[in-house]
């Protein structure tokens, strides 16, 4: 008889093996499942926000270039005047720039 219950202690103890191999690997899923949940969640919030601010200077950049074609003179067709003034000079000097150089750096620009 002692022979007989050995191969099934065997058995036994090859069952109580594989439920926690199961058991360990179920966990690893769900440990797997909750961070990928926690990323998604995470990238959401973050392209969100990148989004919000996205949205925020596209805002602002209409806002310029509506300024500055309502201030441009329909004869400068694309060109923006600058004038400086010379230390001690009555007379402005007055030079039309193509709109594509003039650049303003966003910290500069207002918020609205």
């Keep these: ?3 007989q219950e050995d191969p099934v202690q065997r058995e036994i103890h090859q069952d109580w093996a594989n439920r926690e191999y199961i058991e360990v690997i179920t966990s690893s899923i769900k440990k ?4 990928l949940n926690s990323f998604d969640m995470s990238c959401r919030s973050r392209l969100a926000t990148l989004n919000e601010k ?3 200077l ?3 950049i209409e806002y310029i ?3 500055v074609t309502k201030d441009l003179p329909d004869s400068l067709d ?7 003034n010379k230390a001690g000079d ?6 039309h720039t193509p ?3 003039v650049c303003t750096p966003l910290y500069m620009l207002p918020i609205f």
């Design 1 to 3: 008889m002692a022979g």
């Design 32 to 35: 797997i499942a909750d961070f």
């Design 54 to 56: 996205l949205t925020a």
């Design 58 to 60: 596209e805002r602002r």
């Design 65 to 67: 270039e509506a300024r």
């Design 78 to 84: 694309g060109t923006l005047a600058i004038i400086f």
């Design 90 to 95: 009555d007379e402005p000097l007055i030079q």
């Design 99 to 101: 709109l594509t150089t």
